[in-house]
Each structure stands twice: as structure tokens, then as C-alpha cells.
């Protein structure tokens, strides 16, 4: 009888403690979707994927990155919204102390809080956190791949693209002083100049496809509110789930304010004990559901013009490789071809770039998109999904394909393969069957191929429009010219 009593109190024990380190273990800056910090997530990875051996003699000719800028500030939209949220806190503690709430039931950081980018004018910039994700990243992919990297520079060799938006090119700058740094001549760490090519935002097909789309800019707008009220049910509960923890009459905009709080002071400055201490953990995966949700529609698979318009970067990254594979054949010396194309764009680059790749996918579901067969929503908490904006396009996240050169003494088989890397992490590829090193003909033949009975044109542009797509373009930029080149949207 003793020892079963014994046994019962271990067992109560233990119960306890891994009660205790289960909420310990819950972090939840890798619960932030694509507001996520790289270094929070980047070791995030499916454990039951077995990577694929390289054989040996294998050796790598060509490397593409598509990146996203590194970790920013909230835009000036964003700030102002944070702005309107520190008056409406105000209130709300005036209102409790007018219903004689207890004030003990009040966290003590709302009664006077202030944003931290209070009285802040811009925004959208990157921060030294995002300097330091690129900055790193460049060291890193030298390291893991140093016979790419061994030529002197030349911007014919390493060609390194951005977008026009000034956290972009800044990410460029700072991967390409990791990569190139100990190279060159300027200053104690002897870094070296190097070209950053940006093409403009009215005509960036390849890197801004988004907004250059006139079809997927009707899409979006039309769909924002529908993705509004599929939140609507979440905010709803967790708004009802506040008012009675707090005594605080919020509103379900006060709790959309208080999650983008929480994201920013979580990610941005490391601060965990405030806006994100209001949610639960349970509360804080729903609401990170509810951006998944959101990304999943307006820019993944819930509709397949979201990818379909990234086909001139799928075939930019085709065309990178088909040259690299001519110049080995062509036994062109050393630092006469490219050997890295370097791009770095938006979450509304990489996330299309992932679904044209078919990434985040089983199988059958791969076979639906091909097909443009619609696939369901990604599950609610506390089912499991693949599909996490924290792991798809985090800031600075990253998918890198990199093309092999493999003996091949039977003529019949494959010599060059494609690796799939996704935040530096061997992904599988559905449509090579679930590996991450596919013959380079059969990830043409059964990953681009498909997409290729659409061009951009035809997606993007009205039918009317489409013989004068250019002139239409022009005209769009003389007028968000004229308009000081504004942005309706806050952009990831």
C-alpha cells in the first residue's frame, strides 16, 4: 500500500513537472508567422525527412537564392496604428478605473504604455537584427559551399538582385558583405564594393510580380474582406476570453492591435511580457492560424494566380542553370560564367516562389495544384499543419537551389541534379518524389513544365490590355508617380 502511494505521488509529480515545462518550452517568438526572426525559427525542420545523400564526385557549379529582406520596423501605417492603440489603452484604463475595477486585474504596463515608435514619421526599414540575419547568411552559404565562392568578384559572376524597396536592397547589401567580406581592401574587415541591380517597381516582374499583376490586384482586393471574416470567429473569442481575464472592454480591433504589438515587441525588440503575456499559448497559435490563413489565400495555394504570376522567376532560375550547364559543357574556363544568382525580395515573393516549387505539399496535394484543383485550408489549432508562415517566410527566410555536376559514365543517366534547400534545411520536392536532390531534366520536366502553359501576360493582365501591357505599365508608373509612389498596402 505504501509503494502504491509512492508511485501515486511520482506519478502526480512528474505529471506536474512536464505540465510546468511544456508551458516553459512554448516560445512564442516561433509563433509569429511571417513576423517571425529568422534566428527564432530558422532550425525549425521536419525530423522525419531524411535528407538525401550527395553522391560522391558530385560537385556544386551553381547556386540560386531567393531570400527575403531581414527583420524590419512596422511600417508607417503600422505606427500610426500603434499610435491610435496607445489612446485606446488610455481609455480603457480610464473606463476601468470609472467602474472601480480592481486595477490588480490590470497588467501593469497598459496604464500608460506608449509606443515605441511613437512620434516616428517612417517606417518599413531595416533594422540592425536584419542587417545581422543577412549578414550572417552570406558567411554562411560561403562556408557551406566554398568552391562557389573561390573566383575574385565580378558582378558578371555573383549576380546579386533587390527589389526597389529599400529593406530589400539593404538585405542585399548586407549578405553580400558576409559573403565577399576578408575579400577585399576597404577598412579593418576588409570588405570590397559590389553591384546591387534593381529593376523599377512598375515593371519588376521577376522579383515584385505582385505588383505589377492587374488581375491579382483585383483578386486581392476583393478577397481581403472574405479573409477578414474568416478571422472574425478567433479575434471574436479571444476578445470575449480577455474582457473576462482583464475586466477591460476590448474590442475585437484592440485584440488585432495587441497581437501586432505583441509580434513586434516579440520579434523585434525581444520583449515577451507585455502585449504577448496578455494571449495564452492556446490563444497565441490561434492567432497565428488566423495570419497563416490569411497568407495561405492572398498569397499561396488558396488560389493558383497567387503563384501562377511568379512563372519569370521559376524561369529565371531555370535559365540560370541551363547556362551554367552550357558553359560546363562548353569547358569555359574559370570566372568566365555565372556561378550565383542572388536575389532578395518580400514574403510576396518567396511564398509564390515556394508554391510554384510545390514545397509545404504531400504528394496528392501536389498533383491537385498541378491540375489547379483547390486544396482545403490549413487546419485550425490544435491540428498540425505544414503550412506556417514562421517556417515558410520568416524575415530573411530563404530557398536556395543548387545545381550538382555528377559523374555520369552511362550516357542514359541524369548528370546534373537540383538540391532543394529551404532556410538552409533540405526540403523535399513532391514533384521529384519527395527528395531534395532531383535529376535537373526531371525537375524541369515535372516541376516548371506545368506552369509553363501560362505565361505572365495572359495571368496578369486583363484581355483587353494584354497587346498593350507595356503602355499600360508606363502609365501605371506616371501615376503612382504623380502620387508620390504611395503603398495602399502594408507589405511584408
Known amino acids: 500500500m505504501k509503494n502504491r502511494i509512492v508511485a501515486l505521488f511520482l506519478v502526480i509529480l512528474l505529471s506536474a513537472f512536464n505540465c510546468f515545462n511544456a508551458d516553459e518550452a512554448f516560445d512564442v517568438r516561433k509563433h509569429l508567422s511571417t513576423v517571425s526572426r529568422y534566428g527564432a525559427v530558422k532550425e525549425i525542420a521536419d525530423s522525419n525527412f531524411i535528407p538525401s545523400k550527395v553522391p560522391d564526385g558530385c560537385v556544386p557549379t551553381h547556386l540560386n537564392l531567393v531570400a527575403r529582406h531581414g527583420t524590419r520596423s512596422p511600417t508607417k501605417k503600422r505606427i500610426r496604428e500603434l499610435d491610435n492603440l496607445a489612446l485606446r489603452l488610455e481609455d480603457l484604463i480610464k473606463d476601468a478605473r470609472g467602474r472601480n475595477l480592481p486595477l490588480e486585474r490590470v497588467p501593469s504596463w497598459l496604464d500608460g504604455w506608449k509606443s515605441p515608435w511613437q512620434g516616428r514619421l517612417k517606417g518599413g526599414e531595416l533594422i540592425t537584427k536584419g542587417e545581422e540575419e543577412l549578414y550572417d547568411l552570406g558567411l554562411k552559404i560561403r562556408e557551406k559551399f566554398p568552391t562557389l565562392f573561390d573566383e575574385e568578384y565580378h558582378p558578371n559572376i555573383y549576380t546579386i538582385r533587390a527589389t526597389q524597396v529599400p529593406r530589400a536592397s539593404a538585405s542585399a547589401v548586407a549578405f553580400g558583405m558576409g559573403l565577399f567580406s576578408g575579400n577585399g581592401s576597404l577598412g579593418p574587415g576588409r570588405h570590397r564594393a559590389f553591384s546591387v541591380l534593381s529593376e523599377s517597381r512598375a515593371s519588376d516582374i521577376m522579383l515584385r510580380f505582385h505588383d505589377c499583376c492587374h488581375n491579382y490586384k483585383h483578386f486581392r482586393e476583393k478577397q481581403e474582406p472574405a479573409v477578414g471574416k474568416l478571422k472574425e470567429p478567433v479575434l471574436d473569442e479571444i476578445t470575449s476570453a480577455l474582457v473576462g481575464r482583464y475586466g477591460l472592454n476590448f474590442t475585437r480591433q484592440d485584440i488585432s492591435s495587441l497581437w501586432f504589438l505583441c509580434k513586434q515587441e516579440a520579434s523585434l525588440l525581444d520583449i515577451t511580457n507585455q502585449a504577448c503575456s496578455l494571449f495564452g499559448p492556446s490563444e497565441i497559435m490561434l492567432l497565428e492560424w488566423t ?21 519569370p522567376l521559376l524561369e529565371d532560375v531555370v535559365e540560370s542553370m541551363e547556362q551554367a550547364i552550357k558553359a560546363e559543357e562548353e569547358r569555359r574556363p574559370p570566372a568566365s560564367f555565372e556561378k550565383a544568382r542572388l536575389r532578395f525580395a518580400h514574403a510576396e515573393t518567396i511564398i509564390p516562389f515556394s508554391c510554384l516549387l510545390g514545397l509545404f505539399l504531400d504528394g496528392s496535394e501536389f498533383k491537385k495544384i498541378q491540375k489547379e484543383q483547390p486544396l482545403q485550408l490549413p487546419p485550425k489549432p490544435p491540428q498540425k499543419r505544414t503550412w506556417r508562415g514562421s517556417t515558410l517566410a520568416p524575415f530573411a527566410g530563404n530557398s536556395m537551389l543548387i545545381l550538382y555536376s555528377c559523374p555520369a559514365p552511362d550516357k542514359s543517366k541524369s548528370k546534373h541534379f537540383v538540391q532543394m534547400l529551404h532556410n538552409e534545411h533540405p526540403i523535399p520536392m513532391p514533384g521529384c518524389d ?59
Open 291 to 311: 495570419d497563416d490563413l490569411e497568407a495561405y489565400i492572398l498569397k499561396g495555394y488558396g488560389n493558383s494566380l497567387n503563384y501562377r504570376m511568379g512563372l
Open 434 to 492: 519527395g527528395s531534395d536532390f532531383c535529376p535537373f531534366e526531371v525537375f524541369k520536366e515535372k516541376i516548371v513544365a506545368p506552369h509553363q502553359k501560362h505565361d505572365y501576360d495572359t495571368v496578369c493582365n486583363p484581355k483587353q490590355e494584354s497587346s498593350s501591357s507595356s503602355i499600360y505599365q508606363m502609365f501605371r508608373w506616371l501615376f503612382s508617380l504623380s502620387k508620390g509612389d504611395n503603398q495602399p498596402r502594408d507589405e511584408f
